[in-house]
């Protein structure tokens, strides 16, 4: 009987230990369940951000080799895409996978590993700069309006639009371009972009012009037919008219982090921004009523040494120092939104989303009195006070 119960004893504990040997070693691979790829994916007219259009049929496509994959993610500024893979995939099924779509849609990847996949791995923990198939159109909507501006500044470059004028165009500039850059075009965005491009180049352009005719006198619709004639994506015209206006005080320092707004646009991955004059930026999605919030939201992020808005511009001003972040003001922006909503038990409303802006556009005057009747469900000014005034 003794022995039963020693030998009883014995086959417990080796399960134990067992239980526990596998269950380590089990979360010790679970970062080896993911890879990552460097990859081409930059949007060409927002050089900042990643390209929603080719980076969608890559991660769908990845996604639906279910029975290999379980997840694909673009990081925000699209030279990244992370695959988390099921558990027990081989080595070479991943990169026979990996590999045909890659492939099919004409992308030079390069496989990431050692201490550069290490920084990356602790990024795609909390996923907040990372998008997951269809999520992508956030950056083709963040796009959208970015080439909205920079078509509207060509044209205040050549005559003086009016507040309204900017501001109706710059609305229906953005959905059009929204119906575009969102479509699924497949592979063929990225095996055949030209095709693509031409066929929508003229489409774009003749919705672009039917928006104009709508608000634009003859000499405004001159304008803005060379304004598209450029092209959307920026010309060194538009660069240097960036620097010219942003960087008077720095051109004798070469060495200078901060020499422009697109200079800042570039280090939109997170990296410490130091700047010399104040910055100025929009953020989208928001109702004038919650103006105090987002602006009590800036404050709190590290680096900022003030906040405010400005209702003339209709752009948020910040002062900030050394160690200031974008990336941070961005993401906090998205969560009190994301907060905001919750609180209040709204749905489909737009994320909250915080861009450059430059300092000499404008996005028109908004006030409480002018739009904030619907804000929540219609309840009104108030809406937002009780967070706002906090």
């Known amino acids: 009987m003794k022995k039963l119960i020693v030998a009883g004893a014995l086959i417990l504990a080796a399960i134990v230990i067992y239980s526990f040997v596998s269950g380590n070693k ?26 929603g259009s080719k980076a969608k049929p890559v991660l769908l496509s990845l996604e639906n080799k279910n029975d290999v994959v379980t997840e694909a993610w673009l990081n925000r500024t699209g030279t990244v895409i992370a695959v988390v893979w099921k558990e027990n995939t081989t080595p070479d099924l991943r990169t026979s996978v990996a590999n045909a779509v890659f492939t099919e849609n004409k992308l030079n990847v390069t496989a990431v590993s050692g201490e550069e996949e290490k920084t990356l791995m602790a990024d795609f923990v909390n996923k907040q700069n990372w998008y997951r198939n269809t999520d992508v159109d956030k ?49 063929a965005i990225n095996n055949n972009e030209q ?3 031409n066929d929508n180049k003229k489409q774009i352009a003749d919705e672009l012009l039917s928006i104009g005719k709508k608000y634009l006198n003859e000499s405004e619709m001159t304008a803005l037919k060379e304004a598209i004639g450029m092209g959307l994506r920026p010309t060194e015209k538009d660069k240097s008219k960036s620097k010219s206006c942003c960087s008077k005080d720095n051109s004798s320092d070469k060495n200078s982090e901060y020499k422009s707004e697109l200079d800042v646009n570039a280090q939109i991955a997170g990296e410490t921004v130091r700047t010399e004059k104040p910055l100025y930026v929009q953020v989208t999605g928001v109702k004038p009523c919650c103006i105090a919030l987002v602006t009590k939201t800036l404050k709190t992020t ?4 003030s906040a405010s808005y400005d209702s003339e511009k209709g752009l948020y001003v910040i002062n900030a120092k050394e160690g200031f972040k974008l990336k941070e003001a961005q993401q906090n922006v998205v969560n009190t939104g994301k907060e905001h909503d919750k609180k209040l038990n709204l749905k489909d409303r737009p994320e909250w989303v915080l861009s450059l802006a430059n300092a000499s556009s404008t996005q028109g005057k908004t006030t409480e009195e002018k739009s904030c009747g619907k804000c929540c469900k219609g309840e009104g000014k108030g809406c937002c006070s009780k967070e706002s005034s906090n």
């Not at 970062?31 to 460097?38: D, H, L, T, V």
């Not at 500044?153 to 501001?167: G, H, I, M």
């Not at 590290?302 to 040494?305: L, P, Y």
């Open 26 to 51: 089990e979360a010790g691979n679970t970062k080896s369940n993911i890879s990552f790829y460097k990859v081409p994916l930059v949007c060409a007219a927002a050089p900042q951000i990643g390209c």
């Open 139 to 187: 950056l083709s909507m963040e796009e959208a309006g970015v080439i909205a501006d920079r078509l509207i500044s060509r044209v205040n470059a050549k005559t003086t639009l009016s507040k309204e004028k900017a501001k109706n165009l710059k609305t229906e500039f953005i959905q059009a371009f929204k119906n575009r850059f969102t479509k699924n075009y497949g592979s």
């Open 195 to 197: 095709k693509v491009v």
């Open 302 to 305: 590290s680096g900022v040494m």
